[in-house]
């Protein structure tokens, strides 16, 4: 198994979660209003650092996992196209996933 996070910034939530849908997820945990900072800048929801991110966690076989970053890849890939080459806030992670309980 591997646990695939996906961070992202909140506005595009929808697409994740379309994609998410597309590639037969089973199950997955969505985080809301996650702030912090990074590549993008600093993401506080307040007034002097608007905007928040969001993570969605899932645990799947190395096969699907495969297949959802390929997706979200491809997904990052044509919105950087969209935008003439500017950067998309969307990061994903791969770990090695053992189920304990």
């Known amino acids: 198994m591997q646990m695939v996070m996906i961070m992202f910034r909140s506005s595009l939530e929808a697409d994740v979660l379309d994609i ?3 590639a037969a997820v089973p199950g997955y945990t969505d985080v809301h209003r996650v702030l ?3 590549e993008s800048g ?3 929801d307040s007034f ?3 905007g928040s991110n969001s993570l969605v966690v899932t645990a799947l076989a190395e096969r699907d996992a495969s297949v959802l970053v390929e997706r979200l890849r491809a ?3 044509d919105a950087s196209r969209r935008r003439r080459g500017a950067g998309v ?3 994903v992670f791969v770990l090695p ?3 304990a309980l």
């Open 36 to 38: 912090g900072a990074g």
């Open 97 to 99: 996933c053992r189920q």
């Open 20 to 22: 998410l849908r597309a």
């Open 89 to 91: 806030p969307l990061r």
């Open 42 to 44: 600093v993401r506080l």
């Open 48 to 50: 002097e650092q608007p």
């Open 75 to 77: 997904f990052r890939d």
